[in-house]
């Protein structure tokens, strides 16, 4: 999307860990960085999107793991095979169906779409017609699906947000 992830910015990257490490004491999330960040997510996508409908959250729940819970990664096949072993998921058929094409096409046509839709960074969520991106949105998240009327953003302020004169430049 042409922008730079917050840890790839250096300023940001010492800041960025505090910040995660406060999240996760907060909601109770153990953490431990991964072997790299940033990393490639390519095939952990492609092998979510594989993964029967009805195993997905176990598999996200194990690759997150082996991200941030102190696993080896998940960027090679070994990882994401011994990360789904260790949550008692078969790897082979999961790890065969995101090299098809169709998982391909799949993962590219859902990211087009969310880029369509407006996405710019994960976490991003789509809810009742808003999207909400970052650990920071949840809460507002949270009050939109409970239907609290003060998360109905006025139409025309976005508009006239998305609008509105920049007097400031970078060279």
């Not at 195993?55 to 990882?79: D, I, N, P, S, Y």
């Not at 969310?114 to 009742?128: E, Q, S």
Request: some cysteine; proline content about 9%.
């Amino acid at each position: 999307n042409g922008t730079r992830g917050p840890a790839e910015v250096p300023r940001k990257r010492a800041y960025l860990m505090r910040d995660v490490a406060r999240s996760a004491a907060v909601l109770g999330v153990p953490l431990a960085p991964p072997p790299a960040h940033p990393f490639r997510p390519l095939l952990a996508l492609r092998v979510t999107l594989a993964a029967p409908a009805a195993e997905r959250v176990r598999v996200t729940t194990a690759l997150f793991a082996a991200a941030w819970g102190g696993g080896e990664g998940c960027e090679t096949e070994e990882a994401i095979a011994r990360a789904l072993e260790h949550a008692d998921i078969a790897p082979a058929p999961v790890l065969a169906g995101a090299k098809t094409d169709a998982i391909k096409a799949q993962l590219r046509d859902t990211t087009e779409g969310v880029l369509a839709r407006g996405a710019f960074g994960v976490p991003t969520i789509f809810a009742g017609g808003e999207m909400f991106f970052g650990l920071d949105s949840l809460p507002h998240l949270e009050r939109t699906l409970a239907g609290d009327p003060r998360m109905r953003i006025d139409p025309a302020l976005v508009r006239t947000w998305e609008t509105l004169a920049s007097t400031a430049t970078r060279r």
